[in-house]
Nanobody, 117 residues
């Protein structure tokens, strides 16, 4: 059973920074694409940033230039560095191991990010 454990969420003032981490259990972490998603109250879950097994990245327009996704395959961990946070970034942030043709996707339990003065 794959487990994804997010950490690093919390309360931050507008303009502040947070770094989220997602530690994955299981083997072959490096072959999977990974993603960070978020869901604010009353809204649908949305993709924030993704990183492929090869290290290519993509971002939602709303976070480009402020957020950076990265991965450390030796630690089975994916990160989301969030800078210049805005109140509209407040949400529960979820890590996902993306599905491939052999395995389904897996979600973490989420970590709350609150942006408020």
């Amino acid at each position: 059973q794959v487990q994804l454990v997010e950490s690093g969420g919390g309360l931050v003032q507008p303009g502040g920074s947070l770094r989220l981490s997602c530690a994955a259990s299981g083997s072959l972490f490096s072959i999977y694409d990974m993603g960070w998603y978020r869901q604010a109250p009353g809204k649908q879950r949305e993709l924030v940033a993704g990183i492929t097994s090869g290290g290519s990245t993509n971002y939602a327009d709303s976070v480009k230039g402020r957020f950076t996704i990265s991965r450390d395959n030796a630690k089975n961990t994916v990160y989301l560095q969030m800078n210049d946070l805005k109140p509209e970034d407040a949400a529960v942030y979820y890590c996902k191991r993306e599905p491939n043709k052999w395995r389904p996707g897996y979600w973490g339990q989420g970590t709350q990010v609150t942006v408020s003065s």
